[in-house]
């Protein structure tokens, strides 16, 4: 399989993410590049990711008037991202707009059209938020009818939760590209993310790509949680170069000193969090 993760670089300076990004570039599938990012630093930083590589997914979640988004989607099909993102709350009409003139600017470039990628319902909203802006039934009923109007109109693309992974996929096929926030590894507490789900358990429910932020770019060594996320999806996934002596099953802390129980990830990555001392912990041979 493909390298899965999207590393969303939500920080407030641009140098700090070009930074970041050049030292994650090998372990990961794309960078995000969302409204902190591009309001601080504009088309450019764009470009010069670009001009490094790597995949950039640029997620502004456009809505508008049609004729406003899809000169927005030329705007950024120019700039060369593989992503982009559009409310599908905008209709239909918008809808098409935008899938229309990624395709057509794309083939003035001679290049392969952004995925543009419909938001249903934003991964922090529940059932009572929905309720609050007047919308019936559940979450899940909302992205299911925002998901077939979006792929009605033509897009090829969604971002979902994770819990909806499944039902998407019964319902539309194999074919629409699934993007998924809401992704914490076990060890990592939800956040402002209310419907979430592990890497591990999103790529098994049918997830094409994993948007991890905070869990990544938050560490204290982001690529070495990088790296981790990586192995509990597929170890094969983790770059030759990067891989190494799996540590014992059961080792001591290094830092309390109170005997745990690993698991297969822990144990190759030689990082864990323990419980007794509640601290994220380097092994030490």
């Given at each position: 399989?493909?390298?899965?993760?999207?590393?969303?670089?939500?920080?407030?300076?641009?140098?700090?993410?070009?930074?970041?990004?050049?030292?994650?570039?090998?372990?990961?599938?794309?960078?995000?590049?969302?409204k902190?990012?591009?309001?601080?630093?504009?088309p450019?930083?764009?470009?010069?990711?670009?001009?490094?590589?790597?995949?950039?997914f640029l997620?502004?979640k456009?809505?508008?008037?049609?004729?406003?988004?899809?000169?927005?989607?030329?705007?950024?099909?120019d700039?060369?991202?593989?992503?982009?993102?559009?409310?599908?709350?905008?209709?239909?009409?918008?809808?098409?707009?935008?899938?229309?003139?990624?395709?057509?600017?794309?083939?003035?470039l001679?290049?392969e059209?952004?995925l543009?990628?419909?938001?249903?319902?934003?991964?922090s909203?529940?059932?009572?938020?929905?309720?609050?802006?007047?919308?019936?039934?559940?979450?899940?009923?909302?992205?299911?009818?925002?998901s077939?109007?979006?792929?009605?109109?033509?897009?090829?693309?969604l971002?979902?939760?994770?819990?909806?992974?499944?039902?998407?996929?019964?319902?539309?096929?194999?074919?629409?590209?699934l993007v998924?926030?809401?992704?914490?590894?076990?060890?990592?507490?939800?956040?402002?993310q209310?419907r979430?789900?592990?890497?591990?358990?999103?790529?098994?429910?049918?997830?094409?790509?994993?948007?991890?932020?905070?869990?990544?770019?938050g560490?204290?060594?982001?690529?070495?949680?990088a790296i981790?996320?990586?192995?509990?999806?597929?170890?094969?996934?983790?770059?030759?170069?990067?891989?190494?002596e799996?540590i014992?099953e059961?080792?001591?802390?290094?830092?309390?000193?109170?005997?745990l129980?690993l698991?297969?990830?822990?144990?190759?990555?030689?990082?864990?969090?323990?419980?007794?001392?509640?601290?994220?912990?380097?092994?030490?041979?």
């Amino acid at each position: 399989m493909d390298n899965p993760i999207i590393v969303a670089l939500d920080l407030p300076s641009p140098q700090k993410a070009l930074k970041l990004a050049e030292e994650l570039a090998p372990l990961v599938g794309a960078f995000k590049v969302g409204k902190q990012l591009f309001v601080s630093g504009g088309p450019d930083i764009v470009r010069k990711l670009r001009a490094t590589g790597t995949k950039v997914f640029l997620d502004l979640k456009l809505h508008d008037i049609p004729n406003t988004v899809a000169k927005a989607v030329i705007a950024a099909t120019d700039l060369g991202v593989q992503m982009t993102t559009v409310h599908a709350s905008g209709g239909t009409e918008m809808l098409t707009a935008a899938e229309n003139a990624a395709h057509e600017q794309a083939a003035m470039l001679r290049a392969e059209p952004p995925l543009v990628l419909a938001v249903t319902v934003l991964t922090s909203m529940d059932d009572d938020n929905l309720a609050e802006l007047g919308v019936g039934g559940s979450v899940q009923e909302q992205v299911l009818r925002l998901s077939k109007l979006a792929t009605g109109a033509g897009l090829r693309g969604l971002v979902c939760s994770p819990q909806e992974i499944g039902m998407l996929r019964a319902e539309l096929g194999d074919d629409v590209q699934l993007v998924t926030p809401g992704i914490r590894p076990a060890t990592i507490k939800a956040d402002d993310q209310k419907r979430t789900m592990t890497p591990a358990e999103a790529v098994q429910a049918g997830a094409n790509w994993l948007v991890i932020g905070r869990p990544i770019t938050g560490a204290a060594d982001p690529k070495a949680a990088a790296i981790g996320i990586l192995h509990s999806i597929d170890p094969e996934l983790v770059p030759e170069g990067e891989r190494r002596e799996p540590i014992p099953e059961v080792v001591d802390c290094a830092e309390c000193g109170q005997s745990l129980k690993l698991d297969a990830t822990e144990q190759a990555t030689g990082r864990y969090h323990c419980p007794h001392c509640d601290k994220d912990v380097v092994h030490k041979k």
